[in-house]
């Protein structure tokens, strides 16, 4: 059964410094999601990605993040300057309409 | 402002206990609701999409239902490989994002 790939699965950086999170999506999903989870809190949307454009962000989703799909399979998230409030679980989600949502197994992020 | 509670917090069953998990949603348009399971450390595991007040839906031990102002998640018979945090989200009309409720951890002893 194919599944949302994430990596790494777990990235350890110093703050100030950039990562990149990497998503590889089911092939047919044409909606793409990016997530976080902060330790014992609940799952925070971060932003929507349809037709190789952002169709929403949220509030948490500011001028330090961005996201791409370079090459029509690879979806990623960009941190430019990381911050220690930054560490949490980043997951990536798709579907194939903007209703559902298949999760990858995320990537722990700590920022020291 | 949309909101989704998720109740109760923990649950602690024996196996075979049956038992049902509570998601109360207050949203401004419902477009569906959804059941994931999440396993510590890793990604939600979906489960079922319910759209309409009514609405039931069935995967082995679990059953989804739907009213106009909450969902229920029944566990019949658990086993231990039930264990797990069990997550509520809701989709609204203009809006793409899901919105989670904190979940409810779930403990089948044998």
């Known amino acids: 059964e194919p599944e949302v790939t994430q990596t790494p699965s777990h990235q350890v950086t110093q703050m100030g410094q950039e990562v990149i999170l990497r998503c590889v999506p089911i092939?047919?999903?044409?909606?793409f999601y990016w997530y976080r989870q902060i330790l014992g809190q609940k799952v925070e949307f971060l932003v929507s990605?349809?037709?190789?454009?952002?169709?929403?962000k949220s509030e948490i989703f500011d001028d330090q993040f961005s996201v791409e799909r370079p090459d029509g399979s690879n979806f990623t998230l960009k941190i430019r300057s990381t911050k220690l409030e930054d560490s949490a679980m980043y997951f990536c989600?798709?579907?194939?309409?903007?209703?559902?949502?298949?999760f990858g197994q995320g990537t722990r992020l700590t920022v020291v | 402002e949309d909101q989704v509670t998720q109740s109760p917090e923990a649950l602690r069953l024996q196996e075979g206990e049956s038992s049902s998990l509570n998601c109360s949603y207050t949203?401004?348009?419902?477009?569906?609701l959804f059941w994931y399971r999440q396993d510590p450390g890793k990604g939600p595991e979906f489960l079922f999409t319910?759209?309409?007040a009514g609405e039931e839906k069935e995967k082995e031990r679990l059953k989804a239902t739907l009213t106009k102002k909450e969902s229920f998640l029944h566990i019949t018979a658990p086993k231990p490989e039930d264990s797990a945090t069990y997550l509520c989200?809701?989709?609204?009309?203009?809006?793409?994002?899901?919105?989670f409720g904190t979940g409810t951890r779930l403990q089948v002893f044998p």
């Open positions: 989200a809701v989709s609204i009309y203009n809006t793409d994002k899901l919105i």
């Open positions: 949203v401004s348009g419902l477009r569906g």
């Open positions: 092939s047919n999903h044409l909606y």
């Open positions: 990605f349809y037709n190789n454009e952002i169709s929403e």
């Open positions: 319910l759209y309409s």
């Open positions: 989600a798709g579907g194939t309409e903007n209703t559902e949502a298949f």
